[in-house]
């Protein structure tokens, strides 16, 4: 029997914040495509995959979240022989395999491998005995969990969503209760362990850092992305140029406009002031995700809204650092508005359960 008191918890303005944000970025994706005359414009594609994403979305909030609790294990298991069946047949774009292609729709693993960490963390946390703070040993069995998918996503190579991954585990983490000498004792090994990465770094990887510390060195090659990202922010000035009036983006001196620097795009043509109003979007959005979890009165839905919680916000600092020139260049999308169905979709499904946990407080009595 139908529950009235499921649409009488519903969260219509978190919907409404997200489908906002999302027509945002259809707007912004018109405009950074516009005049390129390549097939299917890339908004429509979009608006696809908005569609697909808010089909998912709706269909995640049939059943309770609380059920997720018994499939979190075999979705991590499922994402991780994803991630093995990109290394051995992956689809190759721009030297990276990251792709698996299902017929003529391609997808990224890592995705749904982002996922499925948020979901075995939450259980892992959720099953296990509550102490004041964690020590080292104690996450032992949540590093694996961890560090198992990040691998995989680093062989692609996929460095950025290696590093957000960690730090949506380490999010987790710290949401839990973690002994401070224990976090201090991390720090101070991820410290000394940095020359040892840097060994490991690709040469592109390793450029990338370079040209973040000095992108004038070499403007028109490593430093030309970042450098133009740049000139387009600030070239927005306080109310921005006009909607298809961005020279940097309809002179086609931006690259990748729809994907990694879709924001620069948006503060070339609407300046301070829109870029003010969507910052305060993502904000409210990121404020709501963690007010959900402050509210779920369970211990694995809390963790769960904050896992997702942390993706959405990790995600808007690195994109938004990246196209400014505060962090290097590590290829990754600004949520909800960043051209990618993957990304897209996986974003609407973090959102889904946000809104699942929201719509069933009432049975903890909230």
């Given amino acids: 029997m139908f529950d009235r008191r499921l649409v009488q918890n519903f969260d219509y303005l978190l919907l409404a914040l997200v489908l906002i944000i999302c027509g945002m970025g259809i707007v912004n994706l018109y405009s950074a495509g516009y005049n390129r005359g390549e097939g299917t414009p890339l908004y429509v594609k979009q608006l696809y995959w908005l569609a697909v994403g808010l089909g998912m979305l709706f269909v995640?909030?049939?059943?309770?979240?609380?059920?997720?609790?018994?499939?979190?294990?075999?979705?991590?298991?499922?994402?991780?022989?994803?991630?093995?069946?990109?290394?051995?047949?992956?689809?190759?774009?721009?030297?990276?395999?990251?792709w698996l292609a299902l017929g003529p729709v391609s997808f990224q693993p890592s995705e749904l491998a982002k996922i499925g960490i948020i979901l075995a963390l939450a259980t892992y946390f959720s099953r296990r005995p509550r102490t004041e703070s964690m020590?080292?040993?104690?996450?032992?069995?949540?590093?694996?969990?961890?560090m198992i998918p990040v691998a995989l996503i680093i062989k692609q190579p996929d460095l950025g969503s290696g590093i957000l991954v960690v730090l949506v585990a380490a999010s987790i983490i710290l949401f839990v209760g973690v002994n401070w000498r224990t976090l201090a004792g991390c720090g101070l090994t991820l410290v000394l362990l940095s020359p040892l990465l840097w060994h490991f770094l690709k040469d592109y990887q390793r450029q990338r850092v370079l040209t973040f510390l000095?992108?004038?060195?070499?403007?028109?090659?490593?430093?030309?992305?970042?450098?133009?990202?740049?000139?387009?922010?600030?070239?927005?000035?306080?109310?921005?140029?006009g909607f298809l009036q961005g020279t940097q983006s309809q002179l086609y001196f931006l690259p990748e406009q729809h994907t990694d620097f879709v924001f620069s795009v948006f503060a070339e043509e609407w300046g301070f002031v829109g870029s003010a109003v969507l910052l305060l979007l993502f904000t409210a959005l990121a404020i709501w995700g963690l007010t959900v979890a402050r509210d779920c009165k369970d211990r694995f839905g809390y963790l769960l809204a904050v896992g997702v919680t942390a993706l959405i916000f990790w995600q808007i600092f690195i994109n938004l650092c990246m196209v400014t020139g505060f962090l290097p260049v590590v290829g990754i999308p600004l949520p909800l508005f960043s051209y990618g169905g993957s990304s897209l979709i996986t974003t609407l499904l973090g959102v889904g359960f946000l809104l699942n946990i929201r719509m069933r407080r009432y049975l903890f009595g909230g």
Avoid: C
């Avoid at 020590?135 to 961890?146: C, E, N, T, Y």
């Avoid at 000095?214 to 140029?241: C, R, T």
């Fill in 214 to 241: 000095n992108p004038e060195k070499d403007p028109l090659g490593a430093g030309y992305h970042i450098l133009q990202s740049m000139i387009a922010v600030g070239s927005g000035q306080f109310w921005g140029k």
């Fill in 60 to 98: 995640t909030l049939i059943y309770d979240y609380r059920h997720l609790e018994k499939l979190a294990y075999p979705i991590y298991i499922l994402s991780i022989l994803m991630l093995l069946a990109v290394m051995f047949g992956g689809k190759v774009v721009y030297g990276s395999r990251r």
């Fill in 135 to 146: 020590r080292l040993k104690d996450l032992l069995v949540p590093g694996l969990l961890v």
